[in-house]
């Protein structure tokens, strides 16, 4: 049989290190199909319940393994539903590549069934490059550019397919005038600052007294480099979400998170620093940062477009993150005086009994949803992965859940979409089938689409070498987060249209489908399910039936903030006695002097 163009593509693929595919199918991208079939397994196909999740399963491969990201759809509805998990991916500079079919080319232009402008509407997600295919002859060229500018710039890049044209026979270009002659084959290069650069980054830390940390993604790798260059200035470090695995929690001077789901110490630390060094983080929220003037910056990054957008920085500096701390360690002075340092680690103990008094105290309904991620945390083997999906969950996440070295953790960052935690599970479990993966939800997202991956999971899981997979869900029937964002920032009571949901089983729905189920509703078997969920013999999901007044607490209540609370209570709210009870003192309190969080 002749090679066709989805022939092609697959070898073409394997030839660039794919591995792994997630998608599905649709008689718009059969002809690759029909190729990943013939291959016999050179490339595995993972089959999603929808074209979305594949998209986030893509997206979270990259970001656990470092390598392209591939997801594959049909046309027309198929290539839409890739969207959001795409936008997930080019917001967190992941490099991904999307592979779409197309109606045949004889038929574009007449309003044919499931013809979509799809070169346009990929356009944004995809701009660095989207290319529909016309002709066999251009597929080298198409998938080695595709693939080499999603990796070499951390991008999502697209590749359109008409379904005539996938099983056409393959062509290679011609050698004359109009073709492209393309290879294969990219690594990553060495990219360190100048001399002087680094110099005059030295001189800046060298002078500060108080100096502060902020790692992000870019600092993953960068572990080791990240603590010597902490120590040698005596600094704090906090850890914006997609950084939460770069630094271990047992480190007495990591403060953990910041912004609105961070920490107090982390707070502490960004008002009362002198000099702020950041490394390898997109952090948005300007208002968790020193106030401009305020600190002296040196910031870091791989990407020149994302230096000095967050803060006004005094050294910019181009590279790779671990290369450039071991390039700036020899410049810079041990600092002798450690009050600074002293200061932070007091912040962070006192910090970590205030969460665990937090955890403990029993909800007045239900669970508190705190003690669920307090007390993962002594529990989680240090080779897990561990995935958030956004919502209230994400709070837990960012600040009980104390990460050990040799851990991996992500969410949906830049995009903060719901429904991101069961498609990154998967992936990391595909990734990685001998470590434990755990997936952190809420209500809102399991019900919006990561109930249907459970499905997946039940497809697949006895593949995996190491079974231990778990999903717990907070089942608290309310769209939390946003609730508290009504009440706290907008001052309106909970609006119950928009954000009370239906309790579902979503113990029952594992067990139905051959998964273990826990249904947790007393805190003190908090504990012992998550025990038993770590040694049980399949995946497992954990239904929590959570209390929904437990509030998401920012590090710092602001007087705005407080007065918009209080125009809730006395609008009345559906809750009003159990947030009364849960969290007029500390959202009022916050603003008074003297207050103590208790």
């Known amino acids: 049989m002749a090679k066709t163009v989805g022939d092609f593509l697959i070898e073409r693929l394997h030839a660039w290190g794919v591995r792994r595919i997630y998608g599905y199918p649709g008689d718009g991208i059969n002809g690759v199909f029909g190729a990943l079939?013939?291959?016999?397994?050179?490339?595995?196909?993972?089959?999603?319940?929808?074209?979305e999740m594949a998209a986030f399963m893509a997206s979270a491969h990259a970001k656990f393994t470092g390598e392209l990201g591939v997801c594959i759809a049909t046309s027309g509805p198929g290539a839409s539903h890739l969207i959001t998990g795409l936008y997930d991916a080019r917001l967190?500079?992941?490099?991904?590549?999307?592979?779409?079919?197309?109606?045949?080319?004889?038929?574009?232009?007449?309003?044919?069934?499931?013809?979509?402008?799809l070169p346009a509407m990929f356009k944004d997600v995809a701009g660095a490059f989207v290319q529909q295919a016309s002709v066999p002859s251009q597929m080298p060229h198409l998938v080695d550019r595709a693939v080499r500018i999603a990796l070499s710039e951390r991008k999502v890049t697209a590749l359109i397919l008409p379904n005539d044209l996938q099983d056409l026979e393959y062509e290679p270009p011609g050698r004359k005038h109009g073709t492209l002659h393309s290879g294969v084959g990219y690594r990553a290069p060495k990219i360190v600052p100048y001399n002087d650069d680094l110099q005059r980054a030295a001189d800046v830390l060298n002078a500060g007294?108080?100096?502060?940390?902020?790692?992000?993604?870019?600092?993953?790798?960068?572990?080791?480099?990240?603590?010597?260059?902490?120590?040698?200035?005596?600094?704090?470090?906090?850890?914006?979400?997609?950084?939460?695995?770069?630094?271990?929690?047992d480190l007495p001077y990591v403060t953990g998170s910041i912004g609105l789901l961070g920490t107090e110490p982390s707070y502490k630390m960004m008002n009362g620093c002198d000099t702020l060094l950041m490394i390898g983080s997109g952090f948005p929220y300007a208002e968790f940062l020193p106030?401009?003037?305020?600190?002296?910056?040196?910031?870091?990054?791989?990407?020149?477009?994302?230096?000095?957008?967050?803060?006004?920085?005094?050294?910019?500096?181009?590279?790779?993150?671990?290369?450039?701390?071991?390039?700036?360690?020899?410049?810079?002075?041990?600092?002798?005086?450690?009050?600074?340092?002293?200061?932070i680690e007091g912040w962070v103990e006192d910090w970590w009994k205030t969460l665990e008094k937090r955890a403990i105290t029993p909800a007045?309904?239900?669970?508190?949803?705190?003690r669920t991620v307090w007390e993962l945390s002594p529990r989680v083997p240090a080779n897990a992965i561990v995935t958030s999906d956004s919502g209230s969950v994400a709070n837990w996440y960012a600040r009980d859940l104390k990460v050990k070295r040799g851990m991996m953790c992500s969410l949906s960052g830049g995009l903060a979409s719901m429904g991101a935690a069961?498609?990154?599970?998967?992936?990391?479990?595909?990734?990685?089938?001998?470590?434990?993966?755990?997936?952190l939800v809420g209500d809102g997202a399991m019900q919006m689409n990561n109930m249907a991956e459970l499905i997946t999971v039940a497809k697949y899981w006895k593949q995996w070498s190491n079974p231990c997979w778990i999903c717990m869900v907070l089942n608290n029937e309310d769209l939390n987060q946003v609730t508290w964002e009504q009440r706290v920032m907008e001052g309106?009571?909970?609006?119950?249209?928009?954000?009370?949901?239906?309790?579902?089983?979503?113990?029952?729905?594992?067990?139905?489908?051959?998964?273990k189920g826990f249904y947790v509703d007393d805190d003190e078997r908090m504990a012992a399910v998550w025990d038993e969920a770590l040694a049980a013999d399949r995946p497992v999901v954990i239904e929590v039936k959570a209390d929904p007044n437990v509030p998401p607490m920012p590090p710092h209540i602001t007087l705005q903030q407080a007065k918009a609370f209080a125009t809730t209570l006395m609008k009345g709210d559906p809750s009003q006695g159990n947030v009364i009870v849960d969290t007029a003192k500390q959202v009022l309190g916050a603003v008074l002097p003297g207050h103590k969080d208790n």
Do not use: C
């Open 37 to 51: 079939n013939r291959a016999e397994g050179k490339i595995e196909f993972i089959q999603a319940r929808h074209e």
């Open 92 to 117: 967190d500079h992941m490099p991904v590549l999307a592979i779409a079919g197309q109606q045949a080319r004889a038929a574009l232009g007449g309003h044919y069934q499931q013809e979509l402008d």
């Open 209 to 249: 007294k108080k100096v502060a940390i902020l790692v992000g993604a870019g600092a993953l790798q960068a572990t080791d480099e990240v603590i010597a260059v902490a120590d040698k200035l005596g600094a704090g470090v906090a850890k914006a979400l997609l950084g939460k695995a770069a630094l271990p929690d």
């Open 291 to 343: 106030k401009e003037g305020a600190a002296r910056g040196v910031q870091i990054d791989i990407k020149a477009d994302m230096l000095s957008i967050r803060y006004p920085m005094e050294v910019n500096l181009v590279g790779d993150s671990a290369e450039t701390l071991r390039a700036l360690l020899p410049l810079l002075q041990q600092k002798t005086d450690l009050a600074w340092r002293k200061d």
């Open 364 to 370: 007045k309904s239900g669970v508190n949803p705190q």
């Open 422 to 439: 069961v498609p990154y599970a998967i992936a990391a479990k595909f990734a990685y089938p001998d470590r434990p993966v755990i997936a």
């Open 492 to 515: 309106d009571p909970k609006f119950e249209a928009s954000q009370s949901i239906p309790s579902v089983p979503y113990h029952k729905f594992a067990e139905m489908i051959g998964l």
